[in-house]
């Protein structure tokens, strides 16, 4: 799978122009994650958005280092 591939699958992309979607493309990066790759953190930025083509992601929040679990 290619980026193009990935995107195409998007509602966003498919309705851009085709000037857009060449912008798009162009500043798109592939990259693929391997099981347990920890991609973003909580309260850091997220500069990118992300388009996911297959497989899926798993969010978690970690509870507080100071809060008791019941």
């Known amino acids: 799978m290619n980026k193009?591939?990935?995107l195409t699958m998007f509602?966003?992309?498919r309705n851009s122009?085709?000037?857009?979607q060449t912008k798009i493309?162009?500043?798109?990066?592939?990259?693929?994650?391997?099981?347990?790759?920890?991609a973003f953190f909580e309260g850091r930025p997220c500069r990118?958005?992300?388009a996911v083509g297959a497989g899926a992601i798993h969010t978690f929040k970690a509870p507080a280092r100071d809060r008791a679990i019941a």
Request: charged share 20%; proline share 11%.
């Open 48 to 50: 990118h958005p992300v």
């Open 25 to 38: 493309a162009e500043a798109s990066t592939y990259v693929k994650l391997f099981p347990r790759t920890i």
């Open 11 to 13: 509602d966003f992309y």
């Open 4 to 6: 193009r591939a990935i």
């Open 17 to 20: 122009p085709v000037g857009i």
